[in-house]
């Protein structure tokens, strides 16, 4: 398989990547109090925080995956086209 079919499998599996909303976002939202996090409401939820920060783990895992995936790609040259 050539650069440029490379590229453009890449180009194809990122067009199937959903948006994500992260749960740990969520629960930072969630427990604002006068624009801190309420940590004792928090620490209630215990078992909500320890997943949102797994799942925020494995989303930043992949994402990185990604990115080094992309940086090894040579660019085409743009007088060359698929």
Known sequence: MGESEHIEKVARALEKVPPTELFIIELANRFVKDGQLDYDAL???QPDVNMAVAEAKMYGAHTLRAVDALEHLEAIPED???
Do not use: L, N
Request: proline residues 17%.
């Open 43 to 45: 620490a209630e939820c």
């Open 80 to 82: 060359v086209g698929p």
